[in-house]
């Protein structure tokens, strides 16, 4: 199932799906990624070699003017090729905010490395429960530098960035802050999906003016736009993983025999499995209405990436779990696909807001935070990071141990 439209992009597709199959078989990644010292951009050149960086961006900003379907088909191929390299977070996410700046002059040199593979930016945000709220990193400007204090709780792929983009509140206004890697203390940690994260603690971070990025809109409706766009990508991934599950899923029970026969031939598996099928179709259509939303400025935009988002995970969830149940034991084992295509979509389920959230995000106007009454408070985050460190200190060695891989 392709969601390309024109000739350009069924090349681009199977382009990228050619080099992902060569370069990031299966076992290939799994011993790679199960290393001491996993090298989670192994494909990042190879992928900036054949334009799929560049194709994320406009043809003013460096890039080839791909648009939100070569995003979403880009996402798709790495869905089903469980690749872990940061094309969403960098090119997609953090490289929005980048061309939204004002003075091209800075923007540029930093959109050409990162299209040229040289680079990765990301975005570093945490707004609690809803990652449309405002950032919970307050900024303060002292004489000639800004001084940064927060806490942004599990930034993917922190472990190969080298530069992170930070929102943070300055008075009644919010600013995003460009800082180095060099400024910050990074403890990276291994996500269940085999990519890396880090915790970001701001404390009295110093900061000079220059950092802070300069736009011509607000910068909510900057970090909207790429938070937007990056639930879209998550959903595409989402799409891409299910249907390679679904197909091996069904292959799985066409071979599989019992009593003589193959498991395909049960009445009860049939009805599961045409539920999966039905959810992916269900998550394509919605997929095609939001890449459409994209090209067409479409008012209500917001509310259907919020469905979109929400469909994303209940499918994700149904169809992770039901192609586990359907290969039995081995379902869960980590020399089977299958596994690891949970593993990761249960981790989308954790990326810019849950399922919930984002139910409630299209069905209100009111703030999701306010809503829920879940506002972080320093008590909360006091004592999240209290059982987070009891919990570390009483693991038992041979499972700390996967976690810092």
Known sequence: MSIAHSEEERLFEESLRRFLQTENEFEQRRRRLSKPNPNRMALWPGIADIGAIGAAFDE???GFAGGMRTVAIAMM????ALAVEPFLSCAVVAGHILAAQSERSVARPLLARIIAGQMVVVLAHDAGVDPFGKPQTVAQRIGEVYVLNGFIRCVRHADVADEFLVPAQLGDEVAIFGIPRAALSLLPYRLMDGSGASDLRLQGLSVQLRSRMM????EMLVLAGALERGLLGLAAETAGIVIAANTATFRYLGERKQFGVPLGSFQALQHRAANMEIAAQELLSMLGLAIESFADAVANRSALLAALKALADTTGRLVGHEAI???GGMGVSDELNISHYAQR???????????DIHKQRF?????????????????TREWREFVRQFTRAHLPERIALKGRL
């Open 77 to 80: 191929e790495f869905g089903r």
């Open 60 to 62: 003013d900003d460096g």
């Open 325 to 327: 149940q359907l290969h």
């Open 345 to 355: 979509l249960a981790t989308i389920r954790a990326e810019l807001g849950s399922s």
């Open 363 to 379: 069905g209100t106007e009111v703030a999701v935070s306010d809503l829920l009454a879940l506002q972080d408070t320093a008590e």
């Open 215 to 218: 736009f011509a809109r607000p």
